[in-house]
T-cell receptor
Framework: GAVVSQHPSWVICKSGTSVKIECRSL??????MFWYRQFPKQSLMLMAT?????????EQGVEKDKFLINHASLTLSTLTVTSAHPEDSSFYIC???????????????FGPGTRLTVL | KQEVTQIPAALSVPEGENLVLNCSFT??????LQWFRQDPGKGLTSLLL?????REQTSGRLNASLDKSSGRSTLYIAASQPGDSATYLC??????????FGPGTRLSVLP
């Protein structure tokens, strides 16, 4: 089936540093990728919609200058958490909407997630 | 604004029982509904996808139904096993192409 990878799977960083998370669709193309975050004991929350070749669309309450999203190709989207703080510690999950290749256009394929811990 | 709720929040059953997980959503204008499984520290695994035009989907011991008009979906797990222990999430896909997830049901199947 269609596979989405995320790198790194976990990261620990110091407060004030920036962290980049990559989301790749391995065997299909995706013009649209989504970024979610999940706090412990809470449901997943959509952060932003990433469209290839255009600016990301952020959900209300999500700081676009803090969470930089770049969707440079049909198989790669990156999320950069800038000037990270402990409250940014969370589980970040991306998904890719299947377009061509093995991905079904009606289905979102999720990455395994990246656990970010900010000290 | 679409809201998704799940009942119960947690469930503990002995092995072998049949069980039902419930999901409700407030806006019936959905593209599809998915049930996911989440294991601790791991990403989501999609279990069943029901398109808005469908009423039911089955995969192995899992059966999911969808009643879009009443805003409800149920996930039926037959002959539960300890390996079924996980958090089960339902999510609706809106026409804006984003998921709205429920808070999940934490299932424990005791051997």
């Amino acid at each position: 089936g269609a596979v989405v990878s995320q790198h790194p799977s976990w990261v620990i960083c110091k407060s004030g540093t920036s962290v980049k998370i990559e989301c790749r669709s391995l065997d299909f193309q995706a013009t649209t990728m989504f970024w979610y975050r999940q706090f412990p004991k809470q449901s997943l929350m959509l952060m932003a919609t990433s469209n290839e070749g255009s600016k990301a669309t952020y959900e209300q309450g999500v700081e676009k200058d803090k969470f930089l999203i770049n969707h440079a190709s049909l198989t790669l989207s990156t999320l950069t958490v800038t000037s990270a703080h402990p409250e940014d510690s969370s589980f970040y999950i991306c998904s890719a909407l299947g377009l061509a290749g093995r991905g079904s256009p009606d289905t979102q394929y999720f990455g395994p997630g990246t656990r970010l811990t900010v000290l | 604004k679409q809201e998704v709720t799940q009942i119960p929040a947690a469930l503990s059953v002995p092995e072998g029982e049949n069980l039902v997980l419930n999901c409700s959503f407030t806006d019936s204008a959905i593209y599809n509904l998915q049930w996911f499984r989440q294991d601790p520290g791991k990403g989501l695994t999609s279990l069943l996808l029901i398109q808005s035009s469908q009423r039911e989907q089955t995969s192995g011991r899992l059966n999911a139904s969808l009643d879009k008009s009443s805003g409800r979906s149920t996930l039926y797990i037959a002959a539960s096993q300890p390996g079924d222990s996980a958090t089960y999430l339902c999510a609706v896909l809106t026409y804006g192409q984003n998921f709205v997830f429920g808070p999940g049901t934490r299932l424990s199947v005791l051997p």
